[in-house]
């Protein structure tokens, strides 16, 4: 147990150091150093001054002259509103001599010495010009090398940009993450997607068919026939609607058809293509019953949660950012779902049980009009009295309630109340109300059965009749949840 605590503890000290690290420290840096802050550094000059030997790339006796620059990123949590910007480091040199004996190496590697980059990090700066996009939140090193007879003068600065995509990566895959499990059973969205799909297959299919007249794998002769006859088709594509037009004309149509042809055509193409989606739809996604089945709902729902995934992980440059965002999206997306089930079944529940409890009023406090005294007089003298009498019974003042009653049904048929206030109310147990119900069924049913219509009309409507499976069978069928917030 101590040794678990021990690792525990440890475990969480070493997390604890990485997210400072990450979210709160700065970069170390050393006097020889230059520093470079994100929105606070306009731009910084940089002249390569020290001397370096037996840099890889290079000949082991050559000197260069080599400069680090360290660039300290954005505080992630200061600066969210930069979720979807980039950081465009830009670098520019000014020399009398040749600019390709300037190397950059972009990296991360605060122990590697100056100017010891891997060969292969090594990047040219071409034209006097060199350019790299990072995070604005991350800390990285840039190295510059250049030959010991250049005097070279570089200009260092960032440029902040936002890509308005990234936004749309973000939003679009929340949303497809929280809806991945409504989407799965939806018919109208298997419909909608198998239909769009289809459009766009008769689309290529129709491309497919036009590229098989390509002369493809036939000699250079040919080729040449075809791409002449490809640029004169290039050439004259801005007069074939007018040769159309004309052709059309000499036909007896009138110019007013090119239109509608064309609109026909597109339209044809666009309903092959949908009847494709849904022949697909009904073979291969609905059952025999018209159900969705269910292992193709469960491999679209996670194929639409990993889609989203994907998305969001591409809504920012920075890893960890999108990795929050992720995490954050799954949380919240798990939360509204329990937030929105439970409202619903409070709203579902809400309107009988305020039936239920007008119901109860009304009867608790309704006013019972009492049997008439000429009612009273006759039902004496009336010689089927004594029937009657044995079957109604008159309520005492201390009743509550001031009319007639009905005397108590048979032993069998008699079912104690557990909701109105009646003489032979009682609490029944789960297992008593489980049996009461059971016997109940099994009575109706048997009474049912036993009358004289049941038998002409089972016969008549046998094709319709359907014995479902068992509940306990029915809980194998059910598709497992692998997590629980999906």
Known sequence: MDDYLRIRNS????????????????????????????????????????????????????TV???????????????????????????????????????????????????????SRWEKVSKGSWVQTMSPFDHKVLDVRVASSSKVALGMSAVEELFIYRIVFLILGAVLLASASTLSKSLAFYYSSAMAVGIILVVLLVLFQGMKL?????????????????????????YIPGLFQSLLTEMGIDEEMYTPVAIFVGAFLSLGGAFFGFWTVRKLILTEDGSIDISTSLFVAWSIRIMAAVLI?????DPLLAGGALIFVILMSSMLKKITRLKFLLRVFEIPMN?????????????????PGYLHDLMRRSPDASEFRNRVTYASQSGGINGIRESPPSESDTFPSSFHRTPERSTLTKEEWR??????????????????????????????????????????????KWLGWF
């Open 11 to 62: 475990g969480v000290v070493v997390i604890g150091i990485i997210l400072l690290h990450l979210f709160a420290f700065s970069p170390l840096v050393s006097s020889g150093e230059l520093l470079f802050v994100v929105r606070e550094t306009k731009e910084l000059q940089v002249t390569p001054s020290v001397e370096v030997k037996g840099s890889p790339g290079l000949k082991p006796d050559r």
């Open 65 to 119: 002259l080599c400069e680090r620059i360290l660039i300290h990123g954005l505080r992630r949590f200061k600066h969210i509103d930069k979720y979807a910007h980039s950081l465009k480091v830009m670098v520019n040199a000014s020399t009398a001599g040749k600019t390709s004996n300037i190397d950059v190496c972009f990296h991360r590697n605060l122990s590697r010495a100056i100017g010891m980059c891997p060969q």
């Open 214 to 238: 390509l002369p493809t794998g036939r000699s250079s002769f040919a080729l040449f026939i075809y791409s002449s006859l490809l640029g004169l088709g290039g050439f004259l594509l801005r």
């Open 313 to 317: 992980l591409q809504s920012s440059v």
């Open 355 to 371: 039936l239920l409890l007008v119901i109860w009023e009304a009867i608790r406090y309704a006013d019972v009009p009492s049997v």
């Open 435 to 480: 049996k009461l119900t059971k016997d109940s069924t099994t009575k109706a049913v048997q009474e049912l059965v036993s009358s004289p219509g049941f038998g002409k009309w089972a016969a008549a409507n046998a094709d319709r009749i359907n014995v479902i499976p068992r509940k306990e069978s029915s809980n194998t069928d059910r598709p497992r």
